[in-house]
């Protein structure tokens, strides 16, 4: 069973703001889950959200010692 979450659920467990989540969602760095209803619902799923942050885990560059400026 997938597990879904709210917007505000996401927003607590990335401490981000609910303007950044929607930021996330609309850069598709985050992938919503539009629920039927009267109202317009959107849900994330956990595991979405949890290769979000292991990808923000990743060092952002490897740069190598030669061109750092460090010379062997």
């Known amino acids: 069973m997938t597990t879904l979450l709210t917007r505000r ?3 607590e467990l990335l401490s981000a703001s609910l303007s950044t989540i929607h930021r ?3 850069s598709g760095q985050l992938p ?9 619902r959107v849900r994330y799923q956990l595991a979405d959200v949890e290769r979000l942050i292991e990808y923000a885990k990743e060092p952002t560059s490897r740069i190598s010692k030669r061109e750092a400026g460090h010379d062997e």
Do not use: D
């Open 24 to 26: 996330l969602e609309q």
């Open 32 to 40: 919503a889950v539009r629920l039927r209803g009267a109202q317009s």
């Open 9 to 11: 659920q996401v927003a």
